[in-house]
């Protein structure tokens, strides 16, 4: 065999074991980490992957932040699910769910979840709790199923006022998130991806810190995420959350969520108000407090709690907060199904 002839076969090696890397630890991540839940079916070929634990009711349904996944509610989800039954879930396109078959509004992400919850026989009455863009998600849930709905818990809801088309200058963030994503497809297919974050999730230095800083922002962004969001969860998801970040797939979701935010806008910002139904805001003490005309926007029973201690991730910077407000609803709700049965 000529130099030349070694060469191309060996550059030729290189992605092909790339590619195999990848279908290997994609199947064994598979396998490893999906038996703690189920697929329930929405549609012809798509399938919602969630997480079901406790007993009693009202039954609390999780609704994680705009690329977040069921993991970031699990150390939520394992304490609240000791006083009543709790499901947490992956949208489409994210986690262990089918990719998404439409955009990522909230109008189409609570149409899903109330097919999956119907499917998956979780009865109402819910208590919704959701963090960021999944506090959207539930209030439009809430608006358009309000007798399924016993109360919400907001985490720091996402602003529309913060995001294009209202506010214009946020849509650089918007156009980098969504070329960040589609670099990060081909390299995750070739493995690169999953050798470079199951290196930073072990903390290891040298390799990680040098592809962090030539990577610019999306390097910073891994990073930081790790640092503000993954580094407060359970050390045991760790490997989990690696396994997601390192499918394709993730990142192709990610750009369909991220390139969806001024419609999401478009749709919450001028949405109804929720009528009748007890809702708990918890706003960051980083954050300035929504205003009553604001707060009046959401519904018209909403309460609002300053977390004190937290930044944007209050579920991970006073995860007892959360848990308590959602005992609180719980409770509230409780004792007005008691009432009303008297």
Known sequence: ??????????????????FLYQWLGERSDRKRF???????????????????????????????????????????????????ATAAY???GLGWSSPCCSQRTPGN??????????????????????HSFGGLCVQRYAMEYPEEVAGLVLVDPMRCEEWPPLNPSKQSMID????????AVPVARLGLLRLVINSLMDRSNGLPGRL?????????????????EVGKMPREIWPIIAAHWSR???????????????????????????RD??????????STPLSEQCLARIGNNVRQVIAEESAHWIHLDEPDLVIDSIRAIVSEVSRSALSASA
């Not at 992400?109 to 959701?130: K, W």
């Not at 806008?265 to 108000?273: I, K």
């Open 248 to 274: 394709p797939d993730y990142y192709v979701g990610m750009q369909q969520y991220v390139s969806a935010v001024p419609d999401t806008v478009a749709e919450m910002h001028n949405a109804n108000p929720i």
């Open 34 to 84: 999906t038996g703690v839940g189920r697929w329930v079916e929405i549609g012809p070929g798509q399938k919602l992957f969630v997480v079901e634990k406790g007993t009693g009711g009202p039954a609390v349904l999780f609704e994680a932040g705009i690329t977040a996944t069921n993991l970031n509610w699990r150390h939520i989800q394992d304490k609240v699910a000791g006083f009543t």
């Open 1 to 18: 065999m000529s130099v030349s002839a070694a060469i191309l076969l060996s550059v030729a090696a290189i992605p092909a074991a790339g």
């Open 90 to 92: 992956d949208r489409s």
């Open 176 to 183: 980098r998130g969504r070329k960040l994503s589609a670099y």
């Open 277 to 286: 139904i007890p809702v708990l805001v918890l706003t960051p003490g980083s």
């Open 212 to 228: 962090a800083k030539e990577g610019g922002l999306g390097g910073r962004h891994v990073l930081k995420r790790l640092t503000d």
């Open 109 to 130: 992400i609570c149409a899903e979840l109330h097919t999956m919850l119907a499917s998956a026989r979780i009865e109402p009455p819910y208590i919704l709790v959701g």
